[in-house]
């Protein structure tokens, strides 16, 4: 592939296949690719070829007739300037401000807009790539580099994933980007900045990458994927990560000086054995990716707070305390979607609707209180970890389904399966049919604090004691009152200025709570943030919120409008489909 200035890849695509019947035809996804011929890839032959009819945001069938003997075909092809998987910055949304900036973002169904494939996480296959770039760039992708070439003016990438993954994890990027090592295994890789800043502050940010992949191993099984980079992404990135194999992406918002959002690592991690080892088949089972990983991370998360910490059980309260923050995230979820909503269930109906639209906390959070449950059934960690790693072990390299996870379940624990409503669990919108029994013992000082807040007292020793979680837990429990005074947010602002906070989960969850207050001193900072990073987490509520504000939902608009470019496209297209609904005032 060669990506010009103008956007545009030129490509050649070869796919070797196996036919599991005698069909003579050969159906793939696609979206906005200009292909100009197909040819048998032994034989040379020109074969016949098709592009159906768009349909909505799924792309165009291609369909390839093959010869009898066809098992491999090259597509020769043209990818759109707008391909929706790929964002490509101008160098003046750069740090270096001198050269373009290149990255995909493939899950959920943005694969074919790159590639000719079949496009769902049902399928797996492995990939070579040979990626030619100005000769002052870099390329990474989800893969091992296996050598570059160099002219005068280029340089050749050539990279193998020699594991089978789905298309959706197929990624890339270009740039002006430079890397420090971890470890042996681990690289952190960005922008480099001004005298070294930006890459400093990510070596540091996440210089217990190798610790944590470590302890990951410890809990799921040997790390299948050889290397680990980290790429910290340009703003725009609309995730906080993406589990790439090989390639982590990152956003930006995590750097927040101290360490203190490096779950967010933990996550892309364990994704490395449930998501990018044993991945759902498609994508009603998102749950089976999600709700394992969160799952994973928090036990992560629970022997890095052992590690850190002489405190009898502080894992477990750790890893507790974090469900109960997702907890909250799960119900914000449910509220918004409407608990009848079918998108609040587990296993979730997608037909005929785009799995971004789907998009939410929900298979996260109540696919990991589902796991949690489950656990809690059968005795606790001792008795479901081993169960958790012959899981991963007898499934790694395939797509299931929830049956697979549920039988063996049902086959190893048979007493504790008979107490679970599987049905309410896995199909029925709303809340899950049980909330799991959560230590809250972390959140004690949390909810003695939201109570002294409560009665108009503010201290400068406040939050001495608490850690970041704590605050952050404090702050989304504010917003949860109804009668929260005003007078006693804006002391809290001037006493410990979380409206400047470089930690973003700590600036979102403010911004929100001033703009439930009204406050109109919140404005200006609230569109600034949503303006200057694109984590859909935090750019669609705060849009959402102002667009409730009457007296700033034009300002609003109008901001949106004018910054339209800076956004991912999935992003973009989200927000826009958030704002449709004010645009007939009579139904707001």
Known sequence: KQWYQRRVAITAGRITFRRLKGDDILVLDSEDL????????????????????????????????????????????KTSPDASGVQVLEPEQTMGKKHHYLFTQNQAIHARSMVPCQDTPGVKATYSADITVDKHLTAVM????????????????HFQQSMPIPSYLIALVIGDIVSRDISERVKIWSEAGKDNENINACEY???ETEKILSMAEEIAGEYQWHKYDLVVLPPSFPYGGMENPCMTFVTPTLLAGDRSLVNVVAHEIAHSWTGNLVTNSNWENFWLNEGFTVFLERKIQAKMAEAKS????????????????????????????????KLTALNIDLTDVDPDDAFSSIPYEKGFAFLFYLESLVGGPKEFDPFLRQYIRNNAKLSISSDVFTDFYKQRFPEAAAKVDWDAWLYKPGFP????????????????????????????????????GQVILTLNSLLDLEDFAFTTYKKINETF????????????????????????????????FVTTQGRMKFVRPIYRDLMEWPEYRQLTRDTFNLNKKFYHNICRMMVERDMEKYNNPNQV
């Not at 989800?142 to 990438?157: G, Y």
């Not at 002489?310 to 914000?332: D, H, P, Q």
Request: aromatic fraction near 10%; charge should be negative.
């Open 205 to 207: 940010e996440f210089e």
């Open 497 to 528: 200025e979380f409206a400047e906070s470089k930690n973003s989960e700590i600036k979102f969850s403010w911004s929100r709570l001033g703009i439930k207050l009204r406050d109109p001193d919140i404005v200006k900072g609230a569109l600034n």
């Open 310 to 341: 002489t405190v009898a059980g502080i894992g477990e309260k750790t890893r507790n305390f974090a469900a109960m923050n997702g907890w909250i995230s799960l119900r914000n979820a449910v509220e918004l979607f409407g608990k009848d909503s």
């Open 34 to 77: 200009d292909i100009s011929s197909v040819i048998d890839g032994t034989s040379k032959e020109v074969l016949e070829f098709s592009v159906g009819e768009k349909y909505k945001t799924f792309g165009s069938p291609l369909t390839i007739h093959l010869k009898p003997t066809t098992d491999t075909i090259e597509v020769f092809y």
């Open 433 to 468: 049919p049980v909330k799991p029994d959560y230590d809250e013992s972390l959140a004690e000082d949390c909810k003695a604090l939201i109570k002294k807040w409560k009665a108009g007292n503010v201290s400068d020793n406040d939050i001495a004691q608490l850690n970041t």
């Open 142 to 157: 989800s893969a091992d580099k296996t050598s570059m070439d160099e002219t005068e003016s280029k340089r050749i990438f």
